[in-house]
C-alpha cells in the first residue's frame, strides 16, 4: 500500500554541500560547477527515471538549463555558509504509473512551489521497486529577468512546511482516487490518527545486515528494532490494532498488503509469523466475497458496522423535516444558473428540498461548480448558515440547527471520517449535503463510502417510487 513520505532539508554550504554536485548527482548528469572549476559527472549512474524543471510562467529561458540554473544559484550567493536550495523528498504510491506519478508530481509542484514564485528541479527514483521516490530541488531567491532577486524570507517557516505536508497527502489521494485506488495516505502523527504504534525511525539508504555502519547509523539500526518489537507486541496483544491500521489507509486489503504491514513492524521472522497468524485468526478481521481473478480481500467488522451505522443515520436524517428552501427563493436563484440545464435544475431542487441529508455526484463538465454556487445560494437567502468544508478541514466542525454542512469532494472522505461529519450534522440537527467527482467516484468502485451514502438515499428514493 501507499505510504506517508515527506521530508525537507536545506542544502548549504556551512555543511560542505554544493548545489551543482547536488543536482547532478540526482540527475544522473554531467554538469560544470563554475565557482569550484570542477566537472560532476554521474553519468554512469542510472537510478534517475526522470528528470525535469519548473518555473513560473514569464521566468527567463535560462532557468530550463540545469547547469545554468544551479551555477547562477551558486553566483547569487557570496556567504561561505549561505543557504543554497531548499531539497524536498516524497514517497511515491506504488500504486500509480510511472506515467500517473509524473502528473501527480507537476499537479503538487505547479500548486504548492511554482505558484509561489519558486524554480523546482525534480528527479523520480525507481531502481527499488519497493520504494519508487521524488527529489524535488527548490530555489530559495524568485527570479527576475535579470537574474535572481532577494531571499524569500516568506517561504520559510513551519507553518509552510505544514503546509505542504497536508498538500502531499491531499493531491496523492486525488491522483490515487482517480487512478482508480481507494488506499489513503494521512500526513497526521499517528497519536493524531489514534493507532497505538510507535513510528519507525526512518534508516535513510538500505544498509544490509552486517555491514558495519557509523554510530549513529548504528544506534538507529538498533532504535528501528526495539521499535519494530515494540510494535509486534502490541498487534500480538490486539491484532485490531493491525486492522484499524490497515483500514485506516484503504476499506479493505488483500493478505499480502497485511504481510508488508507486518513485516515492518515486527522485529524478526518468529514475531512476523506469529502477528500474522493472529490478525489472521482475530474475530474482528472479515473476508470478502472472493472475485474471480483477484486476491482474497478482507476487511474489519469494526469497517462493515461504521458502514452499517452510516447508512442507517443517512436513511433517518433524509426522512427529517425542514431545511427546505422555498420556492421563490430557488426560484430567484434559478434565474441566475446560467445557461439553463434542465437535469441541473432537477439536482438543484432535490439538494434545496426536504430532507437533513442529499449527495450528489457529478463530473466538472455537469455544471458541479455552478450547481454548487446555486445551492449556496439558495439555503443562505432562506436564513440558513452555510459551512463549506473540504475533506482536509472535516473534523473542525462547529454546528447549529441553522446550518447546512456542504462538503466538496466528498469522495475522497475515509468511511470513518464520513461516518463522523454525518454524526456532526445529525447530532446538532443540521442538514449535510455531499457533492463528490463522479469521474473519481466511478473509479474507486462501490466500496467507496461516498457510494455508501449514494445507494441508501437510491433505495429511499426508489420506495418512494413504489
Not at 514564485?117 to 524568485?142: C, E, K, Q, S, W
Not at 528501528?224 to 496483544?237: D, M, S, T
Request: charged share 25%; aromatic share 4%.
Amino acid at each position: 500500500m501507499a505510504i506517508y513520505h515527506l521530508n525537507a532539508n536545506v542544502i548549504s554550504r556551512a555543511r560542505g554541500q554544493r548545489i551543482v554536485a547536488a543536482a547532478a548527482y540526482r540527475a544522473g548528469a554531467r554538469l560544470r560547477d563554475d565557482r569550484y572549476g570542477v566537472v560532476h559527472n554521474y553519468v554512469g549512474r542510472r537510478t534517475c527515471a526522470h528528470a525535469e524543471i519548473m518555473a513560473p510562467d514569464g521566468t527567463p529561458e535560462w532557468v530550463r538549463d540545469r547547469e545554468l540554473l544551479w551555477n547562477r544559484v551558486e553566483a547569487a550567493e557570496p556567504r561561505k555558509d549561505s543557504q543554497l536550495a531548499r531539497v524536498i523528498e516524497v514517497g511515491l504510491p506504488s500504486e500509480l504509473t510511472h506515467a500517473e506519478s509524473l502528473t501527480l508530481l507537476r499537479d503538487y509542484i505547479a500548486a504548492v512551489f511554482v505558484a509561489r514564485g519558486m524554480i523546482a528541479d525534480f528527479y523520480v527514483r525507481r531502481d527499488n521497486p519497493a520504494n519508487p521516490h521524488a527529489h524535488i530541488l527548490l530555489t530559495l531567491r524568485g527570479v527576475t529577468p535579470q537574474g535572481f532577486g532577494p531571499k524569500e524570507r516568506r517561504w520559510n517557516g513551519k507553518a509552510n512546511l505544514l503546509e505542504w505536508r497536508a498538500a502531499w497527502a491531499d493531491r496523492v489521494n486525488r491522483h490515487l482516487a482517480h487512478a482508480g485506488h481507494a488506499v489513503r495516505i494521512d500526513h497526521r502523527t499517528l497519536e493524531a490518527q489514534q493507532l497505538e504504534l510507535t513510528p519507525a525511525r526512518r534508516m535513510g539508504r538500505a544498509a544490509p545486515d552486517g555491514l558495519e555502519l557509523p554510530h549513529h547509523l548504528a544506534e538507529r539500526r538498533v532504535e528501528q528494532r526495539r521499535i519494530a518489537k515494540a510494535n509486534g507486541a502490541v498487534i500480538l496483544e490486539d491484532p485490531s490494532v493491525a486492522l484499524r491500521a490497515l483500514t485506516h489507509q484503504s476499506p479493505s486489503f488483500a493478505e499480502p498488503d497485511l504481510e508488508r504491514f507486518l513485516r515492518s513492524r515486527t522485529e524478526d521472522g518468529a514475531q512476523f509469523s506469529a502477528a500474522l497468524r493472529a490478525v489472521l485468526q482475530s474475530p474482528e478481521l472479515v473476508p470478502l466475497p472472493a472475485v474471480a481473478g483477484v486476491a482474497r480481500r478482507f476487511t474489519s467488522r469494526d469497517m462493515i458496522e461504521a458502514a452499517k451505522s452510516l447508512a442507517r443515520r443517512v436513511t433517518a436524517m433524509a426522512a427529517r423535516r425542514g431545511h427546505t428552501v422555498a420556492p421563490h427563493h430557488c426560484a430567484a436563484v434559478l434565474a441566475r444558473l446560467a445557461p439553463p440545464d434542465d437535469a441541473l435544475a432537477r439536482v438543484f431542487m432535490d439538494l434545496t428540498g426536504m430532507g437533513a441529508a442529499k449527495a450528489v455526484a457529478l463530473g466538472d463538465d455537469d455544471g458541479k461548480a455552478r450547481l454548487i454556487e446555486a445551492a449556496a445560494a439558495a439555503w443562505s437567502a432562506a436564513g440558513f448558515a452555510v459551512v463549506r468544508m473540504t475533506p482536509q478541514a472535516v473534523g473542525q466542525i462547529e454546528l447549529t440547527a441553522q446550518c447546512v454542512l456542504l462538503i466538496e469532494d466528498a469522495e475522497m472522505l475515509g468511511l470513518k471520517a464520513l461516518e463522523r461529519a454525518v454524526g456532526a450534522a445529525d447530532s446538532a440537527r443540521a442538514k449535510v449535503v455531499l457533492v463528490g467527482d463522479l469521474p473519481r467516484l466511478r473509479a474507486m468502485g462501490d466500496d467507496a463510502p461516498l457510494a455508501v451514502v449514494l445507494r441508501a438515499l437510491a433505495m429511499i428514493r426508489g420506495s418512494a417510487h413504489e
